[in-house]
Structures are given as C-alpha cells and as structure tokens.
C-alpha cells in the first residue's frame, strides 16, 4: 500500500473520531424524552380523577368483584362447546 494513501485513511479516521466526541446540540437535549412524555399525557383519560370526591357511576365494588373472579374462573375451566352446528370433521 502506498504510504499517502494510508495517511489519507488516517486522517480521515481520526477526523470522524473526533467528530464523535463532539456534544451534541443543546437543542435537542432540551426536548429529550418529550414525546414519550406527550403520547403517556395523551394516553390518561381523566387526569383530574384523584381531585374528585364524587362516587363514579358504574358497578359497585362486590359486583365488581365477583365479575372479574368468574372471568378469571372461566379460563380454568373453559365451557363446553354445545352447538349444535358443529361438524366433526376429521374425526
């Protein structure tokens, strides 16, 4: 390899190298995170929800309670399928 060549290489890898180390621009430190932070704010239906005194309306809490255990009992043991519609194929 000829020597100017190889000078050419260097000089153009110790460039980038520092170019490297450079900062980054203060522009964009300063906006760093807000659009993770814009789409969670967007995401929150009632940001205010804690503030209220009010009782929502809705199910109450037993009835609540009770729903969610019978999903939850539902994936244990799934129901049997009874249509009458069904065609065993490949049996």
Partial sequence: MKPAFLRAGGAVLM???????????PRTDAHLGEAV????????????????????AGIDGNAAKEAYENY?????????NTSSFSIGVGR
């Avoid at 460039?15 to 621009?25: E, F, I, Q, T």
Wanted: glycine residues 4%; contains cysteine; charged residues 20%.
């Fill in 15 to 25: 460039v980038l190298g520092l170019a490297s180390c450079m900062a980054p621009a």
């Fill in 37 to 56: 932070t814009d789409m969670r704010n967007a995401q929150v239906l009632n940001p205010t929800a804690g503030q209220r005194t009010t009782v929502p």
């Fill in 72 to 80: 939850q009992k539902s994936f244990k043991t799934p129901e049997k």
